[in-house]
């Protein structure tokens, strides 16, 4: 199993939808969780970071599920400006502070 | 507030040639920093990270080194570029990790798209 695993999509959506992707990693004893948001040919950009259950940022809720070690991230509204990919990354527990990032999943908001 | 550069932005080279890219981030001291390398299609691959002036740790065995000649400068080279060594280069920063911190969240610099041919 993967460190860090993202389904690559793309996820097709109309403009208002509410769109949610997951995020599973598999060392139990994560501790810090970030999504980033990577517009094409563009550097990786941080939405949001997770350290308990979740986080909200206006449109944007990221949910931690440790029983399950998945974190997923909701868009409601969406908007045509929100296609972009979004990367997953969990940072381990002791010494590896180095987060393990997943290779994103694509998602597309059309008219 | 924090920023970090790269450049060049885009660099065509032959294979067999050297590789020089530069990181500099301003605003922070002490950063650690990173060097990614993000190939079409592919996540991001940690090549390497460093939390001090001179200290430099490798993830990937490759032809690829790295240097940090000074606090906020992190230099990426190579002797003789590959084919395979095509893609995106990313650096970032964060603040240093202070035991018990639970943060990491890094910051990634605008990157520089590398094409060896």
């Known amino acids: 199993r993967k460190e860090v695993e993202q389904d690559p999509g793309p996820f097709n959506v109309p403009e208002g939808a509410t769109v949610a992707f997951n995020c599973t990693y598999s060392?139990?004893?994560?501790?810090?969780f970030f999504w980033y948001r990577q517009d094409c040919r563009k550097e990786p950009k941080l939405l949001m970071s997770?350290?308990?259950s979740g986080n909200e940022d206006g449109r944007f809720t990221a949910q931690l599920n440790r029983a399950s070690q998945y974190i997923s991230l909701l868009i409601r509204d969406s908007k045509l400006s929100d296609s972009a990919t979004y990367l997953c990354?969990?940072?381990?527990?002791?010494?590896?502070?180095?987060?393990?990032f997943g290779r994103g999943t694509s998602l597309i908001v059309h008219p | 507030s924090q920023t970090i550069h790269q450049w060049p932005a885009t660099l065509v080279q032959p294979v067999g040639s050297p590789l020089s890219l530069e990181c500099t981030v301003e605003?922070?001291?002490?950063?650690?920093l990173y060097w990614y390398r993000q190939a079409a299609g592919r996540g991001l691959q940690l090549l390497f990270y460093?939390?001090?002036?001179?200290?430099i740790s490798s993830e990937v065995p490759q032809n690829l080194s790295a240097s940090r000649p000074q606090d906020r400068q992190f230099i990426l080279s190579s002797k003789k570029l590959l084919l395979s060594d095509s893609g995106f280069y990313l650096c970032?920063?964060?603040?240093?990790?202070?035991?018990?911190?639970?943060?990491?969240?890094?910051?990634f610099g605008p990157g520089t798209r590398l094409t060896v041919l």
């Open positions: 990354a969990v940072r381990g527990s002791g010494g590896s502070y180095i987060p393990t």
């Open positions: 605003g922070t001291s002490n950063p650690n």
């Open positions: 060392n139990s004893a994560s501790q810090s």
């Open positions: 460093s939390v001090g002036i001179g200290q």
């Open positions: 997770v350290y308990s």
């Open positions: 970032a920063w964060s603040d240093a990790i202070l035991a018990g911190d639970l943060r990491n969240e890094q910051f």
